[in-house]
Nanobody, 121 residues
Framework: QVQLVESGGGLVQPGGSLRLSCATSSYTLDYHSIAWFRQAPGKEREGIACMGSSRTPTYHSESVKGRFTMSRDNRKRMVYLQMTNLKPEDTGTYHC??????????????WGEGTEVIVSS
């Protein structure tokens, strides 16, 4: 059964860091690629990164490259998004999601309720 529960969001000043977590299941990790996307108010959904069976993340958003790092811990059944040097434009609700394959064009099949990130001074 697919399980996706995000946590770790909050209010942070520009330049700060946050680590988002996504609690999932062995089934989810074994049979799906995992992705992070974000949704800002009034903006379209933006894919951030994904990770397939290779466990090497692919980053889709140029704006986060070098600042965000996606990782996973299969033993703990957790997926993470480490975010550094946060900017106000990173504000939004962050979701982890499943895909059939790790690709910027692959649809998101399921996602959690999200965790809100607010970057503001």
């Amino acid at each position: 059964q697919v399980q996706l529960v995000e946590s770790g969001g909050g209010l942070v000043q520009p330049g700060g860091s946050l680590r988002l977590s996504c609690a999932t299941s062995s089934y989810t990790l074994d049979y799906h690629s995992i992705a992070w996307f974000r949704q800002a108010p009034g903006k379209e959904r933006e894919g951030i990164a994904c990770m397939g069976s290779s466990r090497t993340p692919t980053y889709h958003s140029e704006s986060v490259k070098g600042r965000f790092t996606m990782s996973r811990d299969n033993r703990k059944r957790m997926v993470y998004l480490q975010m550094t040097n946060l900017k106000p434009e990173d504000t939004g609700t962050y979701h982890c999601a499943t895909q059939n394959m790790c690709s910027a064009s692959a649809p998101f099949l399921a996602w959690g309720e999200g965790t809100e990130v607010i970057v503001s001074s």
